[in-house]
């Protein structure tokens, strides 16, 4: 079982994640956040530009000197299922299989398809066992002139036993009031508990956060999630992990991860985000086979 690996060492897995679940043990994990492809039914990529020195750049600079920009890298994946359903609905067994009791999905996704996945989800984990639609509110990018501008992702949330779920919301950071002034000094002071609506910005461009990996989530989503539904020592695990934002928030808040991703470009964005020396990486085949990967750092 690859969980005997987790008890050394968090973990890093390429493959497709329907070969690799089958080897983790049941009720293992207290959290579950995915993120996975949306079904936008076009191939994923972003170019990441250097901007470097050149006398025949379009760009001027300080005193007068030009620059080009250069592709550094080109990272993507397919995000396109002929049938969406069929191909998410083992992956959802498999993540209910592998919650604890006390454990929690957070299933992200958008407009696209999550009203289909809420009907799936709530056949795989019981009606009963929903228990949060959170709209991920954010502004960017361009707007469309011919309906409303789709500017949320939804995260469907469910528990492993609406009886015996984790959750403390004391855990979670505060935000600031909106009106602070309606609230006197000392609760505008001490800020309010997140609602089901979390307003938070992309990735930014620039900082530290961003890895050039398409559709990359921002940690503060994440920890969020993880502040709320697992406490320090839990394991977390994400199976669509790209860039491993949740490995990364999961390591800050003393949680244990296990993150798993078929792309070759995420296993080389992860290995430089979360490091390697507590780390194991590894690679699970079609035919179910685990052997250790090579990691570049
Ligand atoms: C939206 S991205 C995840 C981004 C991630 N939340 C982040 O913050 O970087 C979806 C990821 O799912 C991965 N993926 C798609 N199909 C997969 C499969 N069958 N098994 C494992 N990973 C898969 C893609 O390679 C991609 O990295």
Same mark, same amino acid.
């Given at each position: 079982m690859l969980i005997d690996t987790l008890d050394e060492a968090d973990l890093v897995v390429l493959g497709d994640n329907l070969d690799v679940l089958p080897a983790l043990p049941g009720g293992a994990f207290q959290v579950i956040y995915i993120d996975p492809p949306? @079904?936008?039914?076009t191939r994923q990529e972003r170019l990441t530009l250097q901007t470097v020195q050149d006398p025949r750049g379009d760009r001027v600079g300080f005193g007068g000197q030009r620059y080009a920009s250069v592709p550094l890298s080109r990272m993507g994946y397919s995000d396109r299922a002929d049938d969406y359903l069929e191909f998410i609905a083992p992956r959802l067994v498999h993540a209910n299989r592998l919650l604890s009791d006390t454990g929690t999905l957070y299933f992200h996704i958008d407009q696209r398809e999550v009203h289909y996945c809420k009907v799936l989800l709530d056949d795989v984990f019981g009606?009963? @066992?929903?228990l949060n639609e959170i709209i991920w509110a954010y502004d960017y990018g361009g707007r469309a002139?011919?309906?409303?501008?789709a500017k949320h992702d939804t995260i469907l949330v469910y528990v492993k036993d609406r009886a015996s779920h984790y959750f403390d919301q004391e855990a979670v950071e505060r935000i600031p009031y909106m009106a602070p002034g309606l609230v006197g000094p000392e609760k505008a002071a001490r800020g309010k508990l997140p609602t089901d609506v979390w307003w938070h910005t992309i990735?930014?461009?620039?900082?530290?956060?961003?890895?050039?990996?398409?559709?990359q989530k921002p940690e503060g989503i994440v920890r969020r999630a993880l502040q709320a539904s697992s406490r320090p020592g839990d394991f977390v695990l994400d199976f669509?992990?790209?860039?491993?934002t949740t490995g990364a928030v999961a390591a800050n808040l003393g949680r244990r991860f296990a993150m798993v991703d078929s792309n070759p470009a995420a296993i080389e964005v992860m290995t430089r985000r979360?490091?390697?020396?507590?780390v194991k990486y590894l690679t699970v085949d079609s035919a179910g086979a685990v052997t250790p990967l090579k990691t570049r750092q």
């Open positions: 949306f @079904n936008t039914g009606r009963s @066992n929903f002139r011919d309906r409303w501008p990735v930014p461009t620039r900082g530290g956060e961003k890895t050039g990996y398409p559709n669509f992990a790209g860039s491993g979360l490091g390697v020396e507590s």
